[in-house]
């Protein structure tokens, strides 16, 4: 299995909703990311996870929260989000952290109305 | 300054020319070097690494690194209309700490 499979693939909630995205791979990859992607801009990391700790926070607002349960999955949790967090939601993956390939989910696009 | 730049495009390119895709980058202590291509609504999805300086052939796909110039390059030969995507340039620095700068992209549009 080469797949990072993000669910679900398209969410739309309103600003009071509580959702989550989820994130699963199975390569055995010990570091996982979330980043947040908006139309014509590059993907910008928000949460990096190195065997199931939370390593880098790129000062995320605490809306957004993230938990990695186990080496395969990753969630974030959506609270009281604004329309501009309205993204393309990409996980990543790499074998270690600082490993130079990335390997993307294809992406969880949210629409906060 | 951004710390990697590209030209946003879009680059229109006749199917069956070269396109020539470029990308500079401010820290010049970066170690690692890639192009990903990303369709309309998909992930980025990883097409080219570099690391030394010099040019690296896959396929149709050629990356050129030129660490002096800070500037990072992609070729694509006989250009298809699948080729049509937004190319992002990607460089990380040297520690294993260092994260993976993404460029804005460049929209590339191979017309028939």
């Known amino acids: 299995d080469t797949e990072v499979t993000q669910t679900p693939k398209h969410l739309v909630m309103g600003m009071t909703n509580k959702k989550s995205l989820k994130c699963e791979q199975h390569?055995?990859?010990?570091?996982m990311y979330w980043y947040k992607q908006k139309a014509k801009k590059p993907p910008e990391l928000m949460f990096v996870y190195s065997y199931e700790k939370l390593s880098i926070n790129e000062s995320v607002p605490s809306r957004f929260s993230p938990e990695c349960p186990n080496s395969s999955l990753l969630n974030l949790h959506l609270h009281a989000l604004q329309p501009e967090d309205s993204a393309l939601y990409l996980c990543?993956?790499?074998?270690?952290?600082?490993?130079?390939?990335?390997?993307f989910g294809a992406g969880s696009r949210l629409t906060v109305l | 300054q951004k710390e990697v730049e590209q030209n946003s495009g879009p680059l229109s390119v006749p199917e069956g020319a070269i396109a020539s895709l470029n990308c500079t980058y401010s820290?010049?202590?970066?170690?690692?070097f890639f192009w990903y291509r990303q369709y309309s609504g998909k992930s980025p999805e990883l097409i080219m690494s570099?690391?030394?300086?010099g040019d690296k052939e896959d396929g149709r796909f050629t990356a050129q690194l030129n660490k002096a110039s800070q500037y990072v390059s992609l070729l694509i030969r006989d250009s298809q209309p699948s080729d049509s995507a937004t190319y992002l340039c990607?460089?990380?620095?040297?520690?294993?700490?260092?994260?993976?700068?993404f460029g804005s992209g460049t929209r590339l549009s191979i017309r028939p």
């Open positions: 820290d010049r202590v970066s170690q690692s």
């Open positions: 990543a993956s790499s074998q270690v952290t600082g490993a130079n390939v990335l390997t």
């Open positions: 990607a460089v990380k620095g040297y520690s294993s700490a260092s994260k993976i700068i």
């Open positions: 570099i690391y030394s300086n």
């Open positions: 390569m055995g990859h010990r570091a």
